[in-house]
């Protein structure tokens, strides 16, 4: 089975400018996750989608917007970049939202981003 | 305010011996715990999780044990190995109605396991 995918891996960008990443998940997975992690702050949850719904939302601006499609890929998107938004974006999937046993979540390489 | 801590940034064992990383939380909701493991340029993995339920979670070489009145879980490898050597994050999440929620993580601790 193939893991999660995520497109693109690197990326460079200069401040102002929009970047959309990709996800996609595991086969079989609906529930798409997305993560920041920086060196000071470490893995930060940003958004969960499931069903093409978002879950939940974490605490960052409204600059970062995400969405997920009907095969479950989720696409997240940050708008007017800013230097501090340099980061490794991590997507994960889980078969679903809920807390059960074996339903934990399985991460992508991630998407390096570099905001110039 | 951090809600899930990993006070050692840093972890050095000699191969064979065994390695505990440490992590604290804050949030009483919290009441499921995993470990992660992380390879450079790699996403993380999995290792091992823990319900509140329980006080320890043993799989191989890994166990985890939680003590919730002192709300602190540790991680304990025996034996380590160089391939152990990766970073390690700990990471809550909180019951709210069933609902998965998010992953709290910790900043990780960069264990290195010298042959």
């Known amino acids: 089975k193939a893991g999660v995918t995520q497109t693109p891996r690197y990326l460079i960008k200069t401040r102002g400018q929009q970047v959309t990443l990709s996800c996609s998940p595991i086969?079989?997975?609906?529930?798409v996750s997305w993560y920041q992690q920086t060196p000071g702050q470490g893995l930060q949850f940003l958004f969960e989608?499931?069903?093409?719904?978002?879950?939940n939302k974490g605490n960052f601006p409204g600059r970062f917007s995400g969405r997920q499609f009907s095969n479950s890929r989720s696409e997240m998107n940050v708008s007017t970049l800013e230097l501090g938004d340099s980061a490794l974006y991590l997507c994960?999937?889980?078969?679903?939202?809920?807390?059960?046993?074996?339903?934990?979540?399985?991460f992508g390489p991630g998407t390096r981003l570099t905001v110039l | 305010d951090q809600q899930v801590k990993q006070n050692s940034p840093s972890l050095s064992v000699q191969e064979g011996r065994i390695s505990i990383l440490n992590c604290d939380y804050t949030n009483s909701m919290f009441d499921y715990f995993l470990w992660y493991k992380k390879y450079p340029a790699e996403g993380p993995t999995f290792l091992i999780s823990?319900?509140?339920?329980?006080d320890k979670n043993e799989d191989g070489r890994f166990t985890v044990f939680l003590n919730k009145s002192a709300k602190h879980l540790s991680l304990h490898i025996v034996p380590s190995q160089p391939g152990d050597s990766a970073v390690y994050f700990c990471a809550a999440l909180a019951n709210y109605g069933g609902s998965q929620g998010n992953l709290i993580f910790g900043k990780g601790t960069k264990l290195s396991v010298k042959p």
């Open positions: 989608y499931f069903s093409e719904t978002q879950r």
């Open positions: 086969s079989g997975h609906r529930s």
């Open positions: 823990i319900s509140s339920i329980k």
């Open positions: 994960a999937s889980s078969w679903g939202p809920d807390r059960e046993v074996n339903n934990e979540q399985f």
